[in-house]
């Protein structure tokens, strides 16, 4: 699937197989996301999507084909998965904060543990990044005492924190309440704004035109379809796609 | 207390009586609501106070504090005899508390293991408290127990030399208990995390065979198998003390048990909680020292204090191995003639040091678990 923007590619998956034993979850995924470019990921549920970002850091691993992120490929070297973790950034649906430090330990932990920063520079850059994404007030309090949408910010700024290139997004919103929704949306939306290599599992139809180069479109483990979020929506080329938006349009 | 053919909530009812007349008006609903309810309430009421007033009256009211000595020097424990059934003797504790405490250690010595005590337990309250929980206190863990060591064993800074067959009673229970936590925790934390080690086959291997046969053998044939087994497999000339022998057994032991304790902590923790660690670059021990222990310990703390309560609990058994631990010299104690027929006034002292560290302990664990769990839930 080629890319909209030119530029260097930040990602390349080439014929990417994955099985949990017999079950063919992810079949000869191929996608070039260049640099600087936002890429939304949807699909019903079941379809890979979500395995397909986790195997971008390696949080799962891939049985076949090629995974190069910022033009190194990922091996069982511990070395390059390092390197490449210290790089994208990623925010889960269920947020992940480690709750037993607060806010502003949470951001930190990765700069000091990692990038080997002083402990100062490292919480003056947590406090720039939580003022981005408007909490700056929360950091000494513990992620349990924060709101979902809250606790999802922080996850952004702490993600943001390593300085990554890229930035993966496992369905951000989809265990918030869908008052809190907007608030971590609009934060993506600034974030897009900067400029970030942005790749997005999301069902957020909306957020996907705003910000999105391109749509790609997953079902049974596989890209049915992909291009820009306008000519994808308004002419979906495949039943199967043609069935899941009406599914998502019915639903909202 | 049952309200026969009442229907009104009694919680309820409770709550507003006691909230406008207090104990009395409690006391009118909840113990003689009803002529059943008041019979009950009086029985027990007599009950109760009947064995009250029996264990003062016996305790205390009747109890014999001390006996006259022989002009050799032997306890005259004729009173005790005549009282014996109405009133306690503690006479024999007066007589017998440092022979129970120390054990053999020379009587003339015998400030040492009493400061010896005093180290262990000052050691405990300021391990407890969170304010010192920083590097250097692994340092004063090193200074205080080597301190300890010197204290015991002598043969420098003028110390007279005593060798560890006069080492006995409290010294010896709190020494087993400490150095066996201090080593046993670190150990098990390993052996937990090495059972999860996935990708490292033989050593999840290594620690599910260690902790399937230590758990799989009583405590009493791993202290046999130390002291009486262990010698024979060492060359000719290699002697490894018995009691650092039995030290050994204890660790391995109590490290099996928290092990499957600390495990249940991690496989309680949600999985995201790792991902979140890995994506953020953190390697494997930072990992697990930072996000993964912190959380998994907490978790388990009333099972990891419980398992440390019967370890302690459970260092009584070298007597078995000819170790003269607390409980052990209290039955010296009492082999003593004139003493003999008195174990019941030397067991229940012996309870009652038991019971104040085990209570101790089980305090200390349920603030804890408050403290961590305010900084969380808040």
Redesign the interface.
């Known amino acids: 699937m080629d890319a909209v923007l030119s530029g260097p590619p930040a990602i390349v998956l080439d014929k990417v197989n994955k099985w949990y034993g017999a079950l063919h979850v992810l079949r000869d995924v191929s996608l070039t996301v260049t640099e600087k470019e936002r890429v939304v990921v949807c699909g019903p549920s079941g379809s890979g999507k979500s395995t397909m970002i986790r195997c971008i ?1 390696r ?1 799962e691993t891939h049985q076949e084909g090629r995974i190069i992120v910022d033009g190194t490929e990922l091996t069982d070297d511990l070395r390059t998965l ?1 390197t490449i ?2 790089d ?3 925010v ?1 649906q ?1 947020f ?5 430090l607060t806010i502003l330990e949470n951001c930190t ?2 700069p000091i ?2 990038r080997k920063m002083p402990k100062a520079e490292a919480e003056a850059l947590a406090m720039s990044y939580l003022e981005r994404v408007k909490i700056p007030e929360q950091a000494k309090k ?1 992620p ?2 924060l709101s979902g949408g809250q606790q999802q910010r922080v ?1 952004i700024a ?2 943001l924190c ?1 300085q990554p290139k890229i930035m993966l997004f496992d369905e951000p919103t989809s265990a918030l309440d869908p008052e809190m929704i907007k608030e971590v949306l609009d934060t993506m939306i600034g974030l897009a704004d900067t400029g970030m290599t942005m790749v997005c599992v999301t069902h957020e139809m909306g957020f996907a035109r705003q910000v999105a180069h391109r749509v790609v479109f997953m079902d049974m483990g596989e890209i049915v379809e992909s291009g820009p979020p306008g000519e994808l929506f308004e002419n979906p080329k495949t039943d199967r796609l043609k069935l899941f938006l009406s599914q998502i349009l019915r639903g909202h | 207390m049952s309200d026969a053919g009442i229907h009104v909530p009694t919680a309820a009812r409770t709550q507003t009586v006691v909230a406008s007349a207090g104990l009395v008006a409690w006391a009118r609903l909840n113990l003689f609501g009803s002529w059943w309810s008041t019979a009950v309430t009086l029985l027990l009421g007599y009950i109760i106070l009947r064995v009250v007033a029996g264990v003062v009256e016996w305790g205390l009211i009747h109890a014999i504090w001390t006996v006259p000595y022989s002009a050799t020097g032997i306890a005259d424990t004729a009173i005790c005899q005549v009282a014996k059934g109405t009133g306690a003797c503690w006479a024999v504790l007066t007589d017998k508390y440092r022979l129970i405490l120390f054990g053999r250690y020379p009587y003339a010595e015998q400030w040492r293991p009493a400061i010896v005590v005093l180290l262990f337990i000052g050691l405990y309250i300021v391990s407890g408290m969170r304010r010192f929980w920083r590097k250097e206190l692994l340092v004063v863990w090193v200074v205080v127990l080597a301190a300890i060591g010197i204290l015991m064993g002598g043969g420098v800074f003028g110390l007279s030399d005593i060798t560890e067959d006069y080492w006995g009673g409290l010294p010896i229970t709190l020494i087993l208990a400490t150095f066996g936590a201090a080593f046993s925790f670190p150990l098990a934390v390993l052996v937990a995390l090495g059972r999860r080690a996935t990708k490292l086959p033989a050593v999840k291997l290594l620690c599910v065979l260690y902790v399937e046969i230590i758990r799989g053998v009583p405590l009493i044939a791993v202290l046999f198998m130390a002291s009486v087994m262990f010698p024979l497999f060492m060359p000719a000339g290699i002697n490894v003390d018995k009691l650092l022998r039995a030290q050994i057994a204890f660790i391995l032991f109590a490290g099996a048990y928290l092990a499957e304790v600390i495990r249940g902590g991690l496989q309680a923790l949600p999985a995201g909680q790792a991902e979140a660690a890995d994506a953020l670059g953190l390697s494997y021990w930072k990992k697990t020292a930072f996000i993964i222990l912190p959380q998994a310990l907490r978790l388990v703390i009333p099972p990891l204090v419980n398992t440390f309560i019967g370890f302690f609990k459970d260092t009584s058994l070298v007597l078995i191995i000819g170790i003269f631990d607390l409980l052990t010299m209290g039955k010296v104690a009492l082999s003593d003639p004139p003493w003999q027929s008195f174990s019941t006034e030397v067991y229940l002292g012996l309870a009652a040091v038991y019971i104040a560290f085990c209570f101790a302990m089980s305090k200390y664990s349920r603030s804890l678990e408050r403290d961590l769990n305010r900084a969380r839930d808040r």
């Open positions: 850091n949080l390092d973790r210290r994208v950034g990623m889960f269920s992940n904060l480690f709750p037993h932990l990765a543990w990692v513990y349990g005492q996850a702490r993600a390593m």
